[in-house]
Antibody, heavy 117, light 112 residues
Framework: EVKLLESGGGLVQPGGSLRLSCAGS????????MSWIRQPPGKAPEWLGV??????????EYNPSVKGRFTISRDNTQNILYLQMNTLRAEDTAIYYC????????WGQGVMVTVSS | DVLMTQIPVSLPVSLGGQVSISCRSS???????????LHWYLQKPGQSPQLLIY???NRFSGVPDRFSGSGSGTDFTLKIRRVEPEDLGVYYC?????????FGSGTKLEIK
């Protein structure tokens, strides 16, 4: 069974940083692209970026809306996906999801990030 | 960015009825590899979005055949027959042909 479990969310002040983690299990982690998506309360999801699989060199693509502030990485020995978020703003407040692939066939349960003073 | 426009925003339905949701993209979703990467998701209250249909018309694992997707180019439709209580929630279309990936604003399916 495919499982994705995010962690690391919480309350952070504007200008601060946070790193989210996503532990994957039930599939061969290195075979898959992995995505991050966020959803502000009551709004549609917003794709943040993707990191490719082993066959495609683990390179990443980002939404221009977060490029330069957010970085996606992965630890393929522990099957963990990361999202490093810097210079956080109030508008980054959302539920953050990791998802498998670029079709995002499986999603985690999400973790809340609140940016507020 | 590719703009995804969903119609309607809200869709009242009677249980057992049939509904259609429209999704239009601001540019063609045909990829250079020939595939069309248009997908449909359902987000039930308090849950993560779940994939229903991928690449226009392919039902994801475990999705009942009451759900069907169709369309091409920039114009796509999700149809739900014999609506059941478990089908209620917000439906999103999404494209992964072009970076950045984008989602529609959602269609809320609710009981009439």
């Amino acid at each position: 069974e495919v499982k994705l479990l995010e962690s690391g969310g919480g309350l952070v002040q504007p200008g601060g940083s946070l790193r989210l983690s996503c532990a994957g299990s039930g599939f061969t982690f290195t075979d898959f692209y992995m995505s991050w998506i966020r959803q502000p309360p009551g709004k549609a999801p917003e794709w943040l970026g993707v990191i490719r699989n082993k066959a495609n060199g683990y390179t990443a693509e980002y939404n221009p809306s977060v490029k330069g502030r957010f970085t996606i990485s992965r630890d393929n020995t522990q099957n963990i996906l990361y999202l490093q978020m810097n210079t956080l703003r109030a508008e980054d407040t959302a539920i953050y999801y990791c998802a498998r692939g670029i079709t995002t066939d499986y999603w985690g349960q999400g973790v809340m990030v609140t940016v507020s003073s | 960015d590719v703009l995804m426009t969903q119609i309607p925003v809200s869709l009242p339905v009677s249980l057992g009825g049939q509904v259609s949701i429209s999704c239009r993209s601001s540019q063609s979703l045909v990829h250079s590899d020939g595939n069309t990467y248009l997908h449909w998701y359902l987000q039930k209250p308090g849950q993560s979005p779940q994939l229903l249909i991928y690449r226009v018309s392919n039902r994801f694992s475990g999705v009942p055949d009451r759900f069907s997707g169709s369309g091409s180019g920039t114009d796509f439709t999700l149809k739900i027959r014999r609506v059941e209580p478990e089908d209620l929630g917000v439906y999103y279309c999404s494209q992964s042909t072009h970076f950045p990936l984008t989602f529609g604003s959602g269609t809320k399916l609710e009981i009439k």
